[in-house]
Each structure stands twice: as structure tokens, then as C-alpha cells.
């Protein structure tokens, strides 16, 4: 089975978004790894570029670009004002990073779309979901989280993250709907138990329209069997 650069690049990406959602979280900060990840991503990214001879233009939105010239941007001026150049430099390369990794993501996703990446959110927020039940800690005054340096905020956040790619990625089909369901009601169980009432919120305004859109969209042309299984439920 052939490999492509695109597909070393989406593992790359996934990497740094389970470091930062979950793994930082739960075993604490190892910088080695994440940048490990990203450079996963990058070079991946950069020698596909360098085989394939595409243009940066066509590659990659104006945007992405334009975070790269932020980074320089910011580099070149702020170290006129910083009142720490170590944090100054320490901040733009991670920054650098992160905008180099959006390239990446951009890369990977131009032939697929970027369905790959919504199925990665699901996934880690299903596993943060799992940990917390299974291995979480309890926060005074709030509820469960991953760890006793997780925020509830922060765990309430990649829930709603989950919810909103569960409710992007949602078919017009029962079978579907079911599955997602079920997915959205434990990440929406899982922001009532960390206790963030933000998330919460911001929840409620993802899952409300996506449950009306979608039965509305399966009573009016699904089958009879079908609208029948959407009553049960």
C-alpha cells in the first residue's frame, strides 16, 4: 500500500491536535513530542510541495499565508517593544509553528477535504470522554476533568469541538443519525459533568439545529421505516 506525502502530513496534524486536547492534559507538557508532530506535518508538507512543483498560491488560502507574514511581522518589530526577547522568541516559534502546521493541514486536505479532520475530533474527544470517566479527577466546585491540571473549561471546549464535527459530518440517514446521537449525547453528558456552564451554552446552540435539521430532513424523504425508527427514538 502506497503512502502519500498527504497522508504522513494528516498524521502529523491528528499528532498535535491529540498532544494538545489530550495528551498535555493527562502525562503533562513535553514540547518534544508536539514539535515532533509538527515537524511530521511540515516536512511532509514541504517535500510533497517540492516533488508535486505546485505554487504556493495554488496550494494554500490567502489566510494561511498571511499567518506566516504575521509571524515575520511580529519578529521583526517586536523586539523594539518586548519587554523579554526569550519570550518573545519563544512565543513567535511556536506560533511559527502552529501557522506552518495550518500549511500542512491546507496540504493534506486539498484532494479528501478535510472530513479526515473532523473524524480526528471525534475520535480524541470520544477518548477524552473515556479517560475522564474512567481515570478523570474531580474539581471542587466544578465537576469531572481529565486531570488535576485540566480546566474544566478546557475539557468543556474540545467536547463542544466534538459536538459541532459530529453535527458537520451528520448524513441524512437514520442509521447515521442514531450514531451521532449517541456520540453527541456523551460529549454533551460530559460538559454537564466538568461544569462548565460557557460550554454548555455553546453547546446548545450546536446541538439544537443540528437535531431540527436533521429530522426534519429525514421525515420529509426518508422511508416509512425509517420515520417510524425517528418516532421510537
Same mark, same amino acid.
Given at each position: 500500500?502506497?503512502?502519500?506525502?498527504?497522508?504522513?502530513?494528516?498524521?502529523?496534524?491528528? #499528532?498535535?491536535?491529540?498532544?494538545?486536547?489530550?495528551? !498535555?492534559?493527562?502525562?503533562?507538557?513535553?514540547?518534544?513530542?508536539?514539535?515532533?508532530?509538527?515537524?511530521?506535518?511540515?516536512? /511532509?508538507?514541504?517535500?510533497?510541495? +517540492?516533488?508535486?512543483?505546485?505554487?504556493?498560491?495554488?496550494?494554500? @488560502?490567502? #489566510?494561511?499565508? =498571511?499567518?506566516?507574514?504575521?509571524? %515575520?511581522?511580529? &519578529? &521583526?518589530? #517586536? *523586539?523594539? *517593544?518586548?519587554? /523579554?526577547?526569550?519570550? +518573545?522568541?519563544?512565543?513567535?516559534?511556536?506560533?511559527?509553528?502552529?501557522?506552518? $502546521?495550518?500549511?500542512?493541514?491546507?496540504? %493534506?486536505?486539498?484532494?479528501?477535504?478535510?472530513?479526515?479532520?473532523? +473524524?480526528?475530533? $471525534?475520535?480524541?474527544?470520544?477518548?477524552?470522554?473515556?479517560?475522564?470517566?474512567?481515570?478523570?479527577?474531580?474539581?471542587?466546585?466544578?465537576?469531572?476533568?481529565?486531570? @488535576? %491540571? =485540566? =480546566? @474544566?473549561?478546557?475539557?468543556?471546549?474540545?467536547?463542544?469541538? #466534538?459536538?459541532?464535527?459530529?453535527?458537520?459530518?451528520?448524513? /441524512?440517514?437514520?442509521? /447515521?443519525?442514531?450514531?451521532?446521537?449517541?456520540?453527541?449525547?456523551?460529549?454533551?453528558?460530559?460538559?454537564?459533568?466538568?461544569?462548565?456552564?460557557?460550554?454548555?451554552?455553546? %453547546?446548545?446552540?450546536?446541538?439544537? @439545529?443540528?437535531?431540527?435539521?436533521?429530522?426534519? !430532513?429525514?421525515?420529509? =424523504?426518508?422511508?416509512?421505516?425509517?420515520?417510524?425508527?425517528?418516532?421510537?427514538?
Amino acid at each position: 500500500m502506497k503512502i502519500s506525502f498527504k497522508t504522513i502530513a494528516k498524521c502529523g496534524v491528528l #499528532g498535535c491536535l491529540t498532544y494538545v486536547m489530550w495528551y !498535555k492534559w493527562v502525562f503533562g507538557d513535553n514540547l518534544l513530542i508536539l514539535y515532533t508532530f509538527a515537524a511530521v506535518a511540515i516536512m /511532509s508538507m514541504l517535500v510533497g510541495l +517540492l516533488l508535486s512543483g505546485a505554487s504556493l498560491s495554488q496550494a494554500f @488560502p490567502c #489566510g494561511c499565508l =498571511n499567518d506566516v507574514v504575521m509571524c %515575520a511581522y511580529s &519578529l &521583526l518589530f #517586536g *523586539v523594539f *517593544v518586548a519587554v /523579554s526577547q526569550s519570550v +518573545l522568541i519563544s512565543t513567535i516559534g511556536t506560533y511559527f509553528a502552529f501557522a506552518l $502546521v495550518s500549511l500542512a493541514f491546507c496540504y %493534506a486536505s486539498q484532494d479528501t477535504g478535510f472530513d479526515w479532520l473532523l +473524524l480526528g475530533v $471525534v475520535l480524541i474527544a470520544l477518548l477524552c470522554s473515556v479517560w475522564t470517566l474512567t481515570k478523570g479527577f474531580y474539581r471542587s466546585g466544578y465537576g469531572m476533568v481529565l486531570s @488535576p %491540571a =485540566n =480546566n @474544566p473549561h478546557t475539557l468543556g471546549f474540545v467536547m463542544d469541538m #466534538g459536538l459541532f464535527a459530529v453535527a458537520y459530518r451528520s448524513k /441524512s440517514t437514520l442509521k /447515521s443519525f442514531v450514531w451521532n446521537l449517541l456520540f453527541g449525547t456523551l460529549f454533551l453528558y460530559m460538559i454537564i459533568q466538568c461544569g462548565s456552564r460557557k460550554c454548555l451554552l455553546a %453547546a446548545v446552540f450546536i446541538v439544537l @439545529p443540528w437535531i431540527w435539521i436533521e429530522l426534519k !430532513k429525514i421525515l420529509k =424523504n426518508g422511508t416509512s421505516m425509517q420515520k417510524l425508527g425517528i418516532i421510537l427514538l
